[in-house]
């Protein structure tokens, strides 16, 4: 019975073969058309853009309609989060597959080793166009891609000077805008439409130091957004590192954060615009002498505004993107991801800001649309990971993933079926200390319910734990109190076995 059901099948394919002895263009015609059938591939990322700055997400601050069409017509991910919440480190976990004790590249003063396999090389091989755009950030030339043009380091907001395999290109006008128009322009005029495509699309926005583009000036001038619950939070429930960091809206946003002082790379026309919106904002602040809370509450209206105009360039700027391949009918074939390299600190606690284990800095935003696969409007509750996307990817693209990846493709999830074997905790480990805003080294592991966080500098051995179904907000460790002894060795268990699976015996 199974023979004659493969039989057909079998006498197609011999056909096919037969003919091909004798007409290499018919064999050819048909090859390029299996291998344009596969899926594009698009993945979007911003740097710092937390979930909370997200419409889709439920945001109380502002309004993302593009973005929030990747969701509404594909799915949301609320369980998605990072290995290691900083830039660079979080770009190589997304590249390798691979921990950052695996992939070397731990901290944003490290070098990416670009002999190594990453998932643009082994799609690169299996015959997909490969492209990079907007912000590399890991120290050494992108290898895997067909075409890059990328901001030299974190680049600038305006009037970047941009790396490409030519050289470099001095560029007027702002980034975000810069790294769209750069997209486009690869898409119409050089994609080769006889292949799939593998593009990452990385914005720099809405990184420190937060300029917005000269539309985005003057938005939110007459708003006064809500304050975090734990803006004021003093941290009395949790350990040492949490009282010794370096991120305070309070204390550790400088005058250039909060444009007090003239900004750098405007050229005369932009400065200008600039003057005009912070000239009066600022002569107001000057006249007004805040101290104390209330000086507080306008450093957050300060930087949060800018934060989110940044974002509001970008929702747009994405908009342009989603639309041309809609015009295009590209849309129909194209898998769009859309994340950010991890959380931010938009001044929940009292920070800006990343690198903890925390949930505003571990857990990342994550939008998938698939067009015929993704159900439009689902929503998944699953723990996923940066850690899968090189995976997924592949998967996507009907390539083997390496036995040496360490993740999980998320394609089962896409497709609304969860495997029986899904993960049911999460690993992390951050070690950028000494570094900036002093952000202590640590490790932990994460459950539905707990979380359990190793601090492990030589003149630091603290750990902490949390109850997130009573304390969702992490205010105060648990970790020293007898009723959750037994959950917390539980997790100690758990965290040695991930360290094991893992291979992760660095401190």
Same mark, same amino acid.
């Given at each position: 019975?199974?023979?004659?059901?493969?039989?057909?099948?079998?006498?197609?394919?011999?056909?096919?073969? =037969?003919?091909?002895?004798?007409?290499?263009?018919?064999?050819?015609?048909?090859?390029?058309?299996?291998?344009?059938?596969?899926?594009?591939?698009?993945?979007?990322?911003?740097?710092?853009?937390?979930?909370?700055?997200?419409?889709?997400?439920?945001?109380?601050?502002?309004?993302?309609?593009?973005?929030?069409?990747?969701?509404?017509?594909?799915?949301?991910?609320?369980?998605?989060?990072? =290995?290691?919440?900083?830039?660079?480190?979080?770009?190589?976990?997304?590249?390798?597959?691979? /921990?950052?004790?695996?992939?070397?590249?731990?901290?944003?003063?490290?070098?990416?080793?670009?002999?190594?396999?990453?998932?643009?090389?082994?799609?690169?091989?299996?015959?997909?166009?490969?492209?990079?755009?907007?912000?590399?950030?890991?120290?050494?030339?992108?290898?895997?891609?067909?075409?890059?043009?990328?901001?030299?380091?974190?680049?600038?907001?305006?009037?970047?000077?941009?790396?490409?395999?030519?050289?470099?290109?001095?560029?007027?006008?702002?980034?975000?805008?810069?790294?769209?128009?750069?997209?486009?322009?690869?898409?119409?005029?050089?994609?080769?439409?006889?292949?799939?495509?593998?593009?990452? /699309?990385?914005?720099?926005?809405?990184?420190?130091?937060?300029?917005?583009?000269?539309?985005?000036?003057?938005?939110?001038?007459?708003?006064?957004?809500?304050?975090?619950?734990?803006?004021?939070?003093?941290?009395?429930?949790?350990?040492?590192?949490?009282? =010794?960091?370096?991120?305070?809206?309070?204390?550790?946003?400088?005058?250039?954060?909060?444009?007090?002082?003239?900004?750098?790379?405007?050229?005369?026309?932009?400065?200008?615009?600039?003057?005009?919106?912070?000239?009066?904002?600022?002569?107001?602040?000057?006249?007004?002498?805040?101290?104390?809370?209330?000086?507080?509450?306008?450093?957050?209206?300060?930087?949060?505004?800018?934060?989110?105009?940044?974002?509001?360039?970008?929702?747009?700027?994405?908009?342009?993107?989603?639309?041309?391949?809609?015009?295009?009918?590209?849309?129909?074939?194209?898998?769009?991801?859309?994340?950010?390299?991890?959380?931010?600190?938009?001044?929940?606690?009292?920070?800006?800001?990343?690198?903890?284990?925390?949930?505003?800095?571990?857990?990342?935003?994550?939008?998938?649309?698939?067009?015929?696969?993704?159900?439009?409007?689902?929503?998944?509750?699953?723990?996923?990971?940066? #850690?899968?996307?090189?995976?997924?990817?592949?998967?996507?693209?009907?390539?083997?993933?390496?036995?040496?990846?360490?993740?999980?493709?998320?394609?089962?999830?896409?497709?609304?079926?969860?495997?029986?074997?899904?993960?049911?905790?999460?690993?992390?480990?951050?070690?950028?200390?000494?570094?900036?805003?002093?952000?202590?080294?640590?490790?932990?592991?994460?459950?539905?319910?707990?979380?359990?966080?190793?601090? /492990?500098?030589?003149?630091?051995?603290?750990?902490?734990?949390?109850? #997130?179904?009573?304390?969702?907000?992490?205010?105060?460790?648990?970790?020293?109190?007898?009723?959750?002894?037994?959950?917390?060795?539980?997790?100690?268990?758990?965290?040695?076995?991930?360290?094991?699976?893992?291979?992760?015996?660095?401190?």
């Amino acid at each position: 019975m199974t023979t004659n059901h493969l039989r057909p099948r079998s006498f197609l394919w011999l056909a096919l073969w =037969t003919i091909s002895l004798g007409s290499g263009t018919l064999w050819s015609t048909f090859s390029r058309s299996a291998h344009a059938a596969r899926p594009n591939i698009l993945f979007i990322m911003a740097d710092d853009h937390g979930y909370q700055a997200l419409s889709c997400y439920g945001s109380r601050l502002n309004r993302t309609p593009n973005l929030d069409r990747i969701a509404s017509e594909g799915m949301r991910f609320d369980r998605c989060y990072v =290995t290691n919440s900083i830039c660079g480190p979080s770009r190589a976990v997304i590249l390798t597959g691979k /921990y950052s004790h695996l992939n070397g590249f731990r901290t944003n003063r490290d070098r990416f080793d670009g002999s190594q396999q990453t998932v643009a090389k082994l799609l690169q091989k299996a015959g997909y166009q490969t492209a990079m755009f907007g912000k590399w950030h890991l120290r050494s030339t992108p290898t895997g891609f067909d075409y890059y043009h990328i901001l030299i380091g974190q680049g600038p907001y305006y009037n970047p000077t941009m790396l490409t395999p030519e050289g470099r290109v001095k560029h007027t006008g702002y980034t975000t805008e810069v790294i769209t128009d750069e997209l486009l322009k690869w898409f119409q005029n050089d994609r080769d439409p006889n292949k799939p495509f593998f593009v990452m /699309y990385h914005h720099k926005a809405p990184h420190r130091n937060w300029q917005p583009g000269p539309k985005y000036l003057h938005h939110y001038d007459d708003v006064t957004l809500p304050e975090p619950a734990t803006l004021f939070d003093d941290y009395s429930g949790r350990s040492t590192p949490a009282k =010794t960091q370096k991120m305070m809206v309070a204390r550790d946003l400088n005058p250039n954060d909060l444009k007090l002082v003239p900004q750098r790379g405007l050229n005369p026309e932009q400065r200008k615009l600039w003057d005009a919106a912070y000239g009066p904002k600022n002569e107001a602040f000057k006249k007004a002498n805040l101290s104390g809370r209330e000086l507080v509450r306008w450093k957050y209206q300060r930087f949060a505004k800018d934060y989110l105009r940044c974002i509001d360039a970008v929702d747009d700027n994405v908009g342009r993107v989603l639309d041309y391949l809609d015009q295009s009918g590209l849309a129909k074939n194209t898998v769009v991801f859309y994340t950010s390299d991890q959380g931010w600190y938009l001044g929940e606690h009292g920070w800006f800001d990343k690198r903890w284990m925390y949930e505003e800095s571990f857990r990342t935003p994550l939008m998938v649309r698939w067009p015929e696969v993704i159900k439009p409007g689902s929503v998944n509750t699953d723990f996923a990971m940066n #850690l899968d996307f090189a995976e997924t990817f592949l998967e996507i693209a009907g390539v083997a993933v390496p036995n040496d990846m360490q993740g999980r493709s998320l394609v089962p999830l896409l497709k609304g079926e969860t495997p029986s074997d899904w993960r049911q905790s999460m690993y992390y480990h951050y070690y950028e200390y000494p570094g900036p805003h002093s952000v202590r080294r640590h490790y932990g592991v994460r459950t539905k319910r707990y979380k359990l966080i190793h601090f /492990y500098e030589p003149e630091v051995n603290e750990w902490e734990f949390y109850d #997130l179904e009573k304390d969702p907000d992490e205010l105060h460790s648990v970790y020293d109190d007898p009723e959750y002894a037994e959950a917390v060795a539980e997790l100690k268990r758990e965290l040695a076995r991930l360290r094991k699976q893992y291979g992760d015996d660095t401190r």
